[in-house]
Nanobody, 115 residues
């Protein structure tokens, strides 16, 4: 079965940077897109950004300029680079991929921005 696993979360000071990874395994021959979502404490899950199979990216308006999505096809991996982190970025970050007609979620990784 297809499987996603996020990693790279942790504690970082405001203004710092953090890079999250999403490794995809299984049947990955038809990956249409890889997306990142986040869920702050006590809040609803929200969209962060997306990258298509062709490498086209899109971001939540509030995150443009601070967050960058990339992918490495050889490693079956997507990356979310987060810069100038703010306390409000504290959340569980989730990877999501569209493979064929199905959507798959990772288990999430905790990002805490605090001094």
């Amino acid at each position: 079965q297809e499987h996603l696993e996020e990693s790279g979360g942790g504690l970082v000071q405001p203004g710092g940077s953090l890079s999250l990874s999403c490794v995809v395994s299984g049947n990955i021959t038809r990956v249409s897109s890889l997306s990142w979502y986040r869920q702050p404490p006590g809040q609803q899950r929200e969209f962060v950004g997306i990258i298509s199979a062709a490498g086209q990216t899109g971001y939540a308006e509030s995150l443009k300029g601070r967050f960058t999505i990339s992918k490495d096809n050889n490693r079956n991996m997507g990356t979310l680079q987060m810069n100038n982190l703010k306390p409000e970025d504290t959340a569980v970050y989730y990877c999501n991929v569209l493979i064929g007609t199905r959507s798959y979620w990772g288990q999430g990784t905790q990002v805490t921005v605090s001094s």
